[in-house]
């Protein structure tokens, strides 16, 4: 942290606001308000950045749809930042923090009965993490990585198993899964030999509903069985080195990527441990969830009755060889409420925006949703996301919005959604972020609270405790 930006880095503002995110990607259960807001306040998490260093910053803010933050008097709590801002129902906020494949610092946050922003006693280690969720009292961060020494083959290969994080919102605890006895092995998690990780955590009743997104064969698994995993055909696609960077790096011996793109499978648990799950296959959509680096962004999603839609943006169209490119269009499925297996239901959104996919999507509030879309087809190269789209399920209707400025540089992670509008942050090359209301039944969109910063990192409601 920063301290030496704190005196003209802090906020004061007749119109305070919320930080809010959450995963991831929620980033992700969409924050929906069902109370009354005027029972708390929005936080809003804030960097700003100059040539001195990044300041992080909670503030709050008693609405989102007007006023403006300006740099001023010791207003706001410093904070080391976070790569995912999570607001849990229960009013409490979690900085998960991604730490480039090794453990990270969270620790999470309150809201005050003065109306303050405090941080928490307890800061933890997490495993590394590539997707997350919320399930009842939890935040549970999911990623796959390697299992023990002691389950290697004869080669020394280690088999891809889940990691999973369980942190206690109450309690203010974490813990990992225990890996040991091999349960949480990913490898042939499908019954074709691949391994695989877990995209987004939907809670339904006391189901847990996941995507499932095949990553090909591991060393452990490329080499199982003399290649029987293997497909015929596919063979030059086993890596003869090792190589890549970052979250595409391999190992020599592996297939990368899958060898089955033109499928989608969802992971249905009983409960938090994520063991035993039933799965559903439809072969109308390729693999559910949103990619950027090493994130798997969620879109599996649940709607007000029930219904659980599932979203592919077909990202497998992006991959080098033709073998693992998908043929499917970006488009959408359904679990009904009550079921467990797909129904007849498909949408194809490629056909409704003229060809182009979608980084991410949230629900928006009844059978709505947003879609962070692409500016142009994943076949072509030098795509970004700063497009928004309301799609309406009933309808099977995309609409872009209107009304969102010209200069966008990203858009917010997160979300809110209140009474037919839900709230997104836009950050732009010239000038300051803003928190923009979009009415779902029309998308258009009406600039709301600016914030004189860099970026909005995250932004939420929350309640005090008592």
Same mark, same amino acid.
């Given at each position: 942290?920063?301290?030496?930006?704190?005196?003209?880095?802090?906020?004061?503002?007749?119109?305070? /606001?919320?930080?809010?995110?959450?995963?991831?990607?929620?980033?992700?259960?969409?924050?929906?308000?069902?109370?009354?807001?005027?029972?708390?306040?929005?936080?809003?998490?804030?960097?700003?950045?100059?040539?001195?260093?990044?300041?992080?910053?909670?503030?709050?803010?008693?609405?989102?749809?007007?006023? +403006?933050?300006?740099?001023?008097? =010791?207003?706001?709590?410093?904070?080391? &930042?976070?790569?995912?801002?999570?607001?849990?129902?229960?009013?409490?906020?979690?900085?998960?923090?991604?730490?480039?494949?090794?453990?990270?610092?969270?620790? %999470?946050?309150?809201?005050?009965?003065?109306?303050?922003?405090?941080?928490?006693?307890?800061?933890?280690?997490?495993?590394?993490?590539?997707?997350? @969720?919320?399930?009842? +009292?939890?935040?549970?961060?999911? %990623?796959?990585?390697?299992?023990?020494?002691?389950?290697?083959?004869?080669?020394?290969?280690?088999?891809?198993?889940?990691?999973?994080?369980?942190?206690?919102?109450?309690?203010?605890?974490?813990?990992?899964? !225990?890996?040991?006895?091999?349960?949480?092995?990913?490898?042939?998690?499908?019954?074709?030999?691949?391994?695989?990780?877990?995209?987004?955590?939907?809670?339904? &009743?006391?189901?847990?509903?996941?995507?499932?997104?095949?990553? #090909?064969?591991?060393?452990? &698994?490329?080499?199982?069985?003399?290649?029987?995993?293997?497909?015929?055909?596919?063979?030059?696609?086993?890596?003869?080195?090792?190589?890549?960077?970052? %979250?595409?790096?391999?190992?020599?011996?592996?297939?990368?990527?899958?060898?089955? *793109? !033109?499928?989608?499978?969802?992971?249905?648990?009983?409960?938090?441990?994520?063991?035993? *799950?039933?799965?559903?296959?439809?072969?109308?959509?390729?693999?559910?969830?949103?990619?950027?680096?090493?994130?798997?962004?969620?879109?599996?999603?649940?709607?007000?009755?029930?219904?659980?839609?599932?979203?592919?943006?077909?990202?497998?169209?992006?991959?080098?060889?033709?073998?693992?490119?998908?043929?499917? /269009? /970006? #488009?959408?499925?359904?679990?009904?409420?009550?079921?467990?297996?797909?129904?007849?239901?498909?949408? !194809?959104?490629?056909?409704?925006?003229?060809?182009?996919?979608?980084?991410?999507?949230?629900?928006?509030?009844?059978?709505?949703?947003?879609?962070?879309?692409?500016?142009?087809?994943?076949?072509?190269?030098?795509?970004?996301?700063?497009?928004?789209?309301?799609?309406?399920?009933?309808?099977?209707?995309?609409?872009?919005? =209107?009304?969102? *400025?010209?200069?966008?540089?990203?858009?917010?992670?997160?979300?809110?959604?209140?009474? #037919?509008?839900?709230?997104?942050?836009?950050?732009?090359?010239? @000038?300051?972020?803003?928190?923009?209301?979009?009415?779902?039944?029309?998308?258009?969109?009406?600039?709301?609270?600016?914030?004189?910063?860099?970026?909005?990192?995250?932004? &939420?409601?929350?309640?005090?405790?008592?």
């Amino acid at each position: 942290m920063n301290n030496h930006l704190f005196l003209r880095a802090i906020t004061a503002f007749a119109f305070p /606001a919320i930080a809010m995110s959450g995963c991831s990607e929620n980033e992700e259960p969409s924050n929906e308000d069902k109370t009354d807001v005027t029972a708390g306040k929005f936080v809003i998490a804030a960097t700003v950045t100059d040539s001195k260093g990044t300041t992080n910053l909670l503030l709050t803010a008693e609405s989102l749809d007007k006023g +403006h933050i300006s740099l001023g008097n =010791n207003n706001g709590l410093l904070n080391d &930042g976070a790569s995912q801002w999570v607001f849990h129902p229960d009013n409490y906020l979690y900085a998960l923090t991604y730490n480039q494949g090794n453990a990270g610092t969270t620790r %999470s946050y309150v809201l005050g009965d003065d109306g303050n922003i405090s941080a928490r006693d307890m800061e933890y280690k997490i495993n590394r993490f590539t997707s997350y @969720g919320i399930y009842e +009292h939890q935040i549970i961060s999911t %990623s796959t990585g390697n299992g023990l020494s002691s389950q290697a083959d004869k080669n020394g290969y280690l088999p891809k198993t889940l990691l999973i994080t369980h942190l206690d919102v109450k309690e203010e605890t974490s813990r990992q899964n !225990d890996t040991f006895f091999g349960t949480y092995s990913v490898e042939n998690y499908l019954g074709n030999g691949e391994y695989v990780t877990l995209a987004g955590v939907q809670e339904r &009743g006391s189901n847990i509903f996941c995507g499932v997104i095949p990553m #090909g064969l591991s060393q452990y &698994g490329a080499a199982f069985d003399n290649g029987r995993w293997i497909r015929p055909g596919y063979e030059h696609l086993v890596k003869t080195a090792d190589g890549g960077s970052n %979250s595409s790096s391999y190992k020599k011996g592996e297939l990368q990527w899958t060898q089955y *793109p !033109d499928e989608c499978w969802v992971a249905i648990f009983k409960d938090e441990n994520l063991t035993s *799950p039933k799965f559903a296959k439809t072969d109308k959509i390729s693999y559910p969830c949103g990619r950027f680096k090493s994130q798997y962004y969620q879109t599996v999603w649940m709607t007000d009755n029930g219904d659980i839609y599932v979203f592919s943006p077909s990202y497998a169209k992006t991959m080098t060889d033709p073998k693992q490119r998908t043929k499917l /269009a /970006a #488009g959408v499925c359904r679990i009904p409420a009550g079921e467990e297996q797909f129904d007849s239901y498909y949408c !194809d959104i490629e056909a409704l925006s003229g060809g182009r996919s979608f980084m991410r999507c949230w629900p928006a509030g009844g059978n709505r949703f947003l879609m962070l879309m692409y500016d142009r087809p994943l076949s072509e190269v030098g795509f970004t996301a700063t497009d928004l789209a309301i799609f309406d399920a009933d309808a099977k209707k995309l609409t872009f919005v =209107n009304g969102l *400025p010209s200069n966008i540089s990203s858009i917010g992670k997160t979300i809110y959604t209140h009474n #037919g509008s839900v709230y997104i942050s836009i950050n732009v090359t010239d @000038g300051v972020p803003s928190i923009y209301n979009i009415n779902t039944a029309t998308a258009q969109a009406v600039k709301g609270l600016s914030i004189e910063a860099t970026d909005i990192t995250g932004f &939420g409601y929350m309640k005090p405790l008592n």
